[in-house]
């Protein structure tokens, strides 16, 4: 391959991975006219406690849950083992020298979904723990989306509980929570994924996707 030929191949790629990652902006608004977040803001620096540098660590995206905690988001266009390091740089930075370090509870690296097959083995890795990774998740885009899904859920069946806790608890109430777990179990098998974990390493994030997958095993 001639080398502008190899530098317009590199571009469209380039392009194409930023295209991808476009989307989570639009997604985060989604959740957020839906009161599923209660907001978000795009790259957002953060200086080091005790220091005045601002600019010292960077998330392209900050999103603030409905109960006032944070997930944090980095993105990269490509997955390259040689340039993994500033990423996850900034990662480690927030999570743990920030002034939101002890409000996270989720750490996202975000790659668009072209990079599924590079990053499969870094996950492995790390799972061996043949590598490390202070982010809590490293998704592709349309993993990230059923993270959001799981996301949705999760705020949706709290507002149900909430709703219900007004109630007295009679039958109907009991009737409620058994439909509440059977959309519970629908949610899980329908999120492909849980399947795409259990796959690649044989556990899954998800207790009730978890128990079903067990139950059928043991019985087969």
């Not at 392009?15 to 209660?38: C, P, R």
């Not at 072209?114 to 993993?143: C, G, T, W, Y």
């Amino acid at each position: 391959m001639q080398k502008n030929q190899f530098v317009n191949s590199n571009r469209a790629k380039q392009e194409s991975g930023a295209a991808n990652l476009e989307n989570v902006g639009n997604l985060l608004s989604e959740l957020l006219e839906q009161k599923i977040i209660k907001d978000f803001k795009k790259r957002t620096n953060f200086s080091r406690i005790g220091y005045e540098y601002k600019s010292q660590y960077l998330a392209n995206y900050i999103i603030r849950t409905i109960d006032n905690k944070f997930i944090i988001i980095r993105t990269s266009n490509s997955y390259k083992q040689d340039r993994i390091k500033t990423p996850y740089y900034d990662i480690d930075g927030i999570l743990n020298h920030s002034n939101i370090s002890e409000e996270i509870v989720a750490s996202i690296m975000l790659y668009p979904d072209d990079q599924l097959e590079k990053i499969k083995s870094f996950r492995k890795n790390i799972l061996s723990k043949h590598a490390h990774s202070p982010a809590s998740h490293i998704f592709v885009m349309h993993e990230f989306v059923a993270f959001l899904e799981v996301l949705r859920n999760a705020v949706e069946l709290d507002n149900e509980l909430r709703e219900e806790n007004t109630l007295i608890r009679d039958g109907s109430f009991f009737g409620k929570e058994g439909i509440k777990y059977e959309k519970q179990i629908v949610n899980a098998l329908n999120n492909h994924y849980f399947l795409q974990q259990l796959i690649e390493t044989e556990v899954t994030d998800n207790s009730t996707f978890s128990l079903i997958v067990d139950t059928i095993c043991t019985q087969g």
